[in-house]
């Protein structure tokens, strides 16, 4: 990617001292040399010597700032310096400036994605373009339990190459089950494999892990009774982690898997976080309220629970997790799966790799093209993609009145779950959905409090220490964009379209998106749990 319209007082002492050391190594003279430093003298007079310069800084003028803290938004200018949030006021522009018209576009901390999958593909795609281009400064990864093997080397590596974000990991329980248990992990863990759990958990806490992940609905983690989840909880609470769960069940046992979860933050104390709040079953449409109830008792009982969402009435998952029995073959589970979940009509097919010809397709069209009911239909997608990740399936089966108040909550941040390619479109624009839709068209949140909502309340709920607010001092994770016309543009159609009117991001203060491009700089850290 080339360093698309980086600003000139940003470039000029790299032209400057590559030009010098040429000249340096250089034994020779020629034409081409002298044409060099002609240029070197040149650049010199124009932009002053490398040791005159004054340290590179950025001026952020004449922005309406919403610090992410929930405070009103005002009106000031910022100045970036070695990555930092140098100073907000009324200020001027200094030599050495790099000058940004804020024209009163909105200045915000760079968002933080709680529950985030963009860091698959994340090598070859180091610009995270998806996750940029919709504010996203810091992403979290490590969820549903599947983390990298080994965090301390996924880190090094990620060090050693960064991206254009900043990343954080959970360490994965059924990453752990799995390096334990192998394939033979459809039982409970005996006695001696949970201390080796418990032995892996504490390296990946010590790597700097923020906490535990679960994905008690995804293969290994099903089969962990809620004693050995306890146990590993407990293990991360005596490290100073926390909890964040893809929960046993978000449809036919909600209640029973919140539960779950509460319990957990009582006995060990920790912030514990339900990943994706949703209700995902016809019979619970419209009891967000009777949920969130339950979490507000919890909280005034003195557990730390907390969630994410993504502003989406549809998910995206495997066929299998309809089945939490495991029985494929059970025409029984399927009809209620298809009655109940995810009705065929809104159950789209968005991977498929044993029929590429069928993604894209729902369920209700797949089976009319062949002839069989849905159901059977159903049963025949998922006995003929064995593998696993073979398959993957989108379907609508939330309602946008449970979504809203969940969004609502004031304990819930958003976060997208998204992909820097995939098949859902929170992985490009659920963020800016958030902006356009529950801010500026339905008025469910004001602009303040959805900023708060992707910035400090997250870094907060995934203890992400310094982040999430424009502050003096705070590292310079900043997005600048106009909230007129902030929007999503990814679709179930088009799920990678990027988002509009997001127009400057800023990572640890670099420049990483503008104008529609990333800038092909990739200032990204690893943000690992701070020791208490
Ligand atoms: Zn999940």
Known sequence: MPIASA?????????????MQVLRTSPKTSRAWALASVLAALALVIFGSAHAAPKATTLIHGVTIVDGTGKAAYRASVRLSGGRIAEIGLLRRKPGDTLVRGQGLVLAPGFIDTHSHHDRGLGEHPDALAAVSQGITTIVVGQDGSSAPSLDTYFRALERSPPAVNVASYVGHGTIRSVVMGKDFARPATTAELASMKALLAREMAAGALGLSTGLEYDPGINAT???????????ASNGGRYIS??????????????????????????????????????????????????????????????????????????????????????????????????????????????????????????????????????????????????????????????????????????????????????????????????????????????????????????????????????????????????????????????????????????????????????GVVIRRERP
Do not use: C
Not at 8 to 18: H, N, Q
Not at 226 to 236: C, D, F, G
């Open 226 to 236: 809620k004693e050995e989840v306890l146990e590993l909880a407990r293990v991360t």
């Open 246 to 523: 893809h929960i046993r069940s978000e449809d036919r046992w909600l209640w029973e898997a919140v539960d779950e979860i509460i319990d957990i933050g009582r006995r060990t104390g920790m912030p514990v976080q339900i990943s994706h709040a949703k209700l995902a079953m016809v019979d619970w449409w419209g009891d967000a309220p009777k949920l969130l109830a339950r979490l507000d008792k919890a909280r005034a009982e003195g557990v730390r629970i907390t969630a994410d969402i993504y502003p989406y009435e549809y998910w995206q998952s495997t066929l299998t997790v309809l089945f939490p029995e495991r029985d494929f073959t059970n025409r029984v589970t399927a009809e209620f799966a298809l009655k109940s979940l995810a009705p065929p009509e809104g159950l789209r097919l968005s991977r498929y790799q044993p029929d590429k010809s069928l993604e894209g397709k729902t369920i209700a069209e797949i089976a009319r093209a062949r002839g069989t009911d849905p159901a059977q239909t159903l049963m025949d997608l998922i006995a003929g993609a064995p593998e696993p990740g073979s398959e993957s399936v989108i379907a609508t089966s939330m309602d946008s009145r449970d979504v809203a108040a969940l969004i609502a909550w004031p304990h819930s941040n958003i976060s997208s779950d998204g992909l820097l390619t995939g098949g859902h479109p929170r992985g490009a624009g659920a963020f800016t959905r958030v902006l356009r839709q529950y801010v500026r068209e339905q008025k469910l949140l004001t602009l303040e409090q959805a900023i708060h909502k992707m910035t400090e309340l997250p870094a907060t709920h995934v203890g992400l220490a310094g982040r999430g607010t424009i502050a003096r001092g705070a590292p310079a994770d900043l997005v600048l964009f106009d909230p007129r016309t902030v929007t999503d543009r990814s679709t179930v159609e088009r799920p990678n379209s990027l988002s509009a009117g997001v127009q400057r991001v800023w990572v640890n203060g670099e420049l990483v998106y503008a104008n529609g491009r990333a800038t092909g700089r990739r200032p």
């Open 7 to 19: 600003p000139i007082a940003e470039v000029a002492p790299r032209v400057d001292t590559s030009v």
